[in-house]
């Protein structure tokens, strides 16, 4: 078996392991510094998550070729984030607006749809700035709390299967919030220690 920390050959003694669930947490424990977070993990060349837990304990250890580990600092990850933040709310803007409009013709069906994978990638963007919650100043603590009352407000209108209040939440609720963000977003990344 072959294992890449961060690029870098390494070795475990097998016999304390027999499975990739016992390998990753050897690795983990013993390999990986407190301050990094394991960002992706690649088995046999192929990206692994567990779709269950501890599928990972299903996995013998004889079925394990090549076994590639990633990790970065939580300062890495928010100075990535912080970059590529604003181009991500710029395709997540375009989005709301879409499906706005959809709800406002309705196309309902498809509006939830495409409402349903918005939602997903707004938990996602709402999660990494809670996660990088620390490097925030306080005045964005309160960006942060009006954008997590706005998802809140959708969700219950979505539920009342209020359509035409929902895009105008998306659209002249939302949208706003997220252009505010899109503009400090890049300049958080300035800020961050490098």
Do not use: C
Not at 43 to 54: I, M
């Amino acid at each position: 078996m072959e294992i890449l920390l961060d690029q870098k050959t390494m070795e475990i003694e097998e016999s304390d392991v027999h499975n990739l669930e016992e390998v990753l947490l050897k690795i983990m424990s013993e390999h990986v510094r407190p301050e990094n977070v394991v960002i992706t993990v690649k088995l046999n060349g192929e990206v692994y998550s567990e779709k269950d837990p501890h599928d990972a304990a299903r996995i013998p250890l004889s079925d394990i070729e090549t076994l590639e580990i990633d990790t970065m600092t939580t300062e890495e990850i928010a100075r990535k984030f912080f970059e590529n933040g604003a181009r991500q709310l710029g395709m997540m803007i375009q989005a709301a607006e879409k499906i706005s409009e959809l709800f406002r013709i309705a196309d309902e069906n498809e509006a939830n749809k495409q409402y349903a994978d918005f939602l997903e990638n707004l938990r996602l963007f709402m999660k990494m700035l809670a996660e990088v919650k620390e490097m925030l100043n306080g005045t964005l603590e309160d960006r942060l709390q009006r954008l997590s009352e706005m998802m809140d407000q959708m969700i219950h209108t979505q539920e009342q299967e209020d359509w035409i209040v929902l895009a105008d939440l998306l659209e002249y609720g939302l949208v706003p919030l997220l252009k505010e963000w899109q503009e400090i977003l890049p300049a958080l990344g300035d800020q961050s220690p490098a």
